[in-house]
């Protein structure tokens, strides 16, 4: 994490429409690295939002305090591709003094990327990894080669906790708002909901998400795995996912 303490950062969230996310990384520099204050950075617990608030949210609050000097302008996905927390975030940081760019991705900017890493073999941790990185890096080519038969999916966002991934098989397809980023239509409620039949499938959410409630109906009706949790995940989910995957 030093090299981002030690240069100038443009910091987003969610999945800015390149239409806004573009323009900001002209005006700033190309140069500048872009950072994913999403993602658990190992930034110390800034005690602006209260314990409850989903890890992920969290995570972009204590991301910004921690690198407040090298951010020139946080680019905040606060549409329906995101939720309302992230523009409760968006407003606390402005309040702050960050210089926040907000973006709302409207239908007619969704994009019909075809699915490489989402429907592919290989480590589960690692394709999620891919697709986050087609935020500010669509890809140009599909290797339709890398297509596999699902034994098994996984539906959700990114856990803030990557290590519940390395239980899933390479087999393993990918679901809900993670296969909208890659496809490039976050906030597509019908590709969000859309699960194969017959695939054994866990559907995640942080804890205090507010896709819990499509997490736990989608679950119930495709006999699937709901799982929440907190921060970093503990060995009652990781036993409890180990043991659905293998019983599934």
């Known amino acids: 994490m030093e090299n981002l303490k030690s240069k100038k950062l443009i910091g987003y969230y969610g999945f800015p429409r390149p239409s806004v996310l573009g323009p900001v990384r002209e005006r700033f520099g190309y140069n500048l690295e872009l950072v994913d204050l999403d993602v658990a950075l190992e930034a110390p617990d800034s005690r602006i939002v209260q314990n409850t608030t989903c890890r992920i949210i969290a995570n972009i609050i204590d991301n910004a305090i921690e690198y407040s000097k090298r951010l020139v302008a946080v680019v905040a996905d606060v549409g329906e591709g995101k939720c309302d927390r992230g523009r409760y975030a968006a407003l606390i940081l402005r309040e702050m003094g960050f210089n926040v760019i907000e973006s709302r991705f409207p239908p007619e900017e969704f994009e019909n990327r075809p699915l490489v890493y989402s429907t592919g073999r290989g480590s589960l941790a690692d ?33 803030s906790d990557f290590r519940i991934l390395d239980i899933f098989p390479d087999t393993t397809h990918i679901y809900g708002w993670t296969r909208c980023v890659e496809a490039g239509r976050p ?33 119930e009706k495709h006999d699937g795995l709901f799982v929440d949790c907190h921060r970093r995940v503990n060995d009652s989910i990781l036993s409890k996912v180990e043991a659905f995957i293998k019983l599934a």
């Open 127 to 159: 394709r999620i990894d891919s697709i986050m990185e087609t935020v500010i890096r669509p890809y140009d080519s599909v290797v339709s080669a890398r297509n596999c038969k699902p034994t098994h999916g996984f539906w959700g966002v990114p856990p």
């Open 187 to 219: 906030g597509d409620l019908q590709l969000e909901y859309f699960v194969d039949e017959d695939v054994p499938t866990v559907f995640f959410t942080q804890s205090f998400c507010a896709k819990q409630d499509m997490a736990h109906y989608l679950a």
